[in-house]
């Protein structure tokens, strides 16, 4: 690959990565919202080093035939960086989360504890990990702490799972990137399940499981009420 493809190429991949990151936003597909400046920084430094290159080579080829040598199907490789200007991946679904179920434990719970939830007045609207872990929490320990407070869950549709009577409803949780994504999945009961990958505004209360069973780290919920929703600007936890 010649001098200037190299270079074309740093060019081509520090603009990608500026569309995505201040263009589309769509790079929330692939890490955490926090990696944003990092990203941005990463792809000037690229933008700078590529056209120093290439104005480099420009000034110097007339000086040296080397530029001109080298194999002209090393341009391919430029192809999959156009190709993130048209066809952007999307973020991960349905597909990713009925592959992952070898979680054995619920996300842990916060230093200092679960807050207290009222009993009274609208949904409380919480992330999935909560709901798991405090689904869990009640159902090794005092279960009458969760039942019957109603909550909201946001998360894309999932197919239900080997005898979950339900549909899933999931959001994926990510510490770096999209390679970690691990699956947080709630069964719903009593509401007709939309198509997979369409997010959702699920109401409802946790159905605790049936009496002599063990504990559970896929979590139930007895659903109220539901609401098709477009998908979230970021759509990890």
Same mark, same amino acid.
């Given at each position: 690959m010649s001098k200037a493809a190299q270079n074309l190429l740093l060019v081509l991949v520090g603009a990608a990565i500026l569309w995505t990151t201040l263009g589309s936003g769509e790079y929330v597909n692939y890490v955490r919202p926090g990696f944003r400046y990092p990203l941005v920084a990463a792809a000037v430094a690229l933008l700078v080093l590529g056209t120093a290159g290439l104005r480099r080579e420009w000034r110097d080829a007339g000086d040296d035939d080397e530029h001109s040598h080298g194999p002209r199907v090393a341009w391919l490789l430029c192809l999959p960086v156009l190709a993130i200007f048209v066809i952007a991946p999307p973020a991960? %679904?349905?597909?990713? #989360?009925s592959r992952d179920t070898g979680r054995t434990a619920p996300p842990p719970a916060p230093a200092e504890g679960f807050a207290p939830l009222p009993r009274t007045g609208a949904?409380?609207?919480?992330?999935? %990990? =909560?709901?798991? %872990?405090? #689904?869990? =929490? #009640?159902?090794t320990g005092a279960p009458a702490a969760f039942e019957g407070v109603p909550v909201r869950l946001t998360g894309f549709v999932t197919p239900a799972g080997k005898g979950d009577r339900g549909w899933r409803v999931t959001r994926l949780k990510v510490a770096c990137c999209a390679g970690d994504a691990v699956p947080f999945p709630v069964i719903v009961r009593g509401l007709p399940r939309p198509p997979a990958d369409s997010w959702v505004q699920v109401v409802g209360v946790w159905e605790p499981p049936a009496t002599g069973r063990g504990a559970t780290v896929v979590q139930a919920l007895r659903g109220r009420s539901l609401q098709r929703i477009g998908r979230p600007g970021n759509p990890y936890e």
């Open positions: 991960l %679904g349905s597909f990713t #989360a949904p409380v609207s919480m992330s999935m %990990g =909560e709901f798991i %872990g405090r #689904a869990y =929490e #009640a159902q």
